[in-house]
């Protein structure tokens, strides 16, 4: 039974992080860190086509808060507010030329801006930053691991509606991702500076501030009750009206090509999801454990196996003597079904292999 999976960890340059988040006046870091692993829930009948196609969903923040209230602390009630503001503050605003909705509430002012002129997509985002340093011991070895975990709060937030099943794509290579996403874009007509990929800003909205940021920069703002969901938005900025309202006629979708290389699609993480890379692999915990019949394995994933296991050394952790045991008599079990090669544990040696097998095994040890 297998519950984590590896895969190559593709890494990113990690750029000087200086974050200024005043709870007067905010501004926006444009050389912040971009996440190297990018989380997706969506609903499960979407999940295939946005790995398969690499077909990506755009929606309206204003759509986001006329749902809020349906869906919990997924979303925010007030997106795109970029100024709340005492009575005695008012008349030195200035608005930068947005066009903006002013209500009132309490003895507060608050100023939001028009939605209707950005379309957003949004992923939960590990940053290399998150991953703490535990060593792993596999027998006598100590190994450096890097830990990160996405709490199951987080996955408590999408609220799962009857007949809207949920899945989780993890892409592993976010910033290609992100690339292929924006030179996609560019090909269809939007200018670089209309497309702004940037973490959202977590801030305290019951107090009074001022998004110091052109329009639409206040959509990377978010109360810090959501700070748990680690939010990097991908938006677009509505200057060219024809275009942006011939991408609205298309479902606000855009296909950028087969990603399944660098994504996976899981279940629904109901207990959360960790992370460790070990290496240049990361290695992450499947939502549902996977069965695998060790007679659809070749030679060489079986011998790899049993070498694993009898130096403890397999990517789920430390096992007992008596679970090392257990699987080391299953995997000679299989290999001696497979090929009637035997093993001798104390030699650590193949015996019985004949010339095709050989060629396999020095494959295999070539590789390591």
Known sequence: MQ????????KAKKPVQNIENAMIRIKLNPRREMPVIGIKIMD????????????????SPG?????AQASGRQLDVDEGLFCLSTEDNRPALKMDGRAFIETKDGGLYKYYSDSSEVLACCFYGVNKTSF???????????????RSTVGCSYFDTFNEKIGHEKAVVIIFDFPSFIKRLRNTLVTMGFKPEDIICHPVYYVCKSTPFYCKEPFPFEYFLKDQAYREQLEFR???RSRDKFLFER?????????IGDIS???SIQDYYKDGLSFSIQGNKLIYQLATPETIDLDDLPIESLVSLLLQTQGNRLPQGIMSKEEIEKGMNVLEEAIFKKTGITYDRESRTFLNVNEDIRKKLDS?????
Do not use: M, Q, R
């Open 234 to 236: 991908v938006l677009l």
């Open 364 to 368: 295999l040890f070539a590789k390591k």
């Open 3 to 10: 519950t984590i999976k590896e895969c190559f960890l593709y």
């Open 247 to 255: 991408f609205k006629e298309g479902k606000c979708n855009i296909a």
């Open 44 to 59: 499960k009948k979407y999940a295939e086509g946005f790995v398969k196609e690499g077909v990506v969903h755009f929606s």
């Open 261 to 263: 290389k660098i994504a």
């Open 132 to 146: 703490e340093k535990k060593p792993v011991k596999y027998g006598v070895e100590t190994i450096d691991s890097f």
């Open 63 to 67: 759509v986001w808060k006329d749902d």
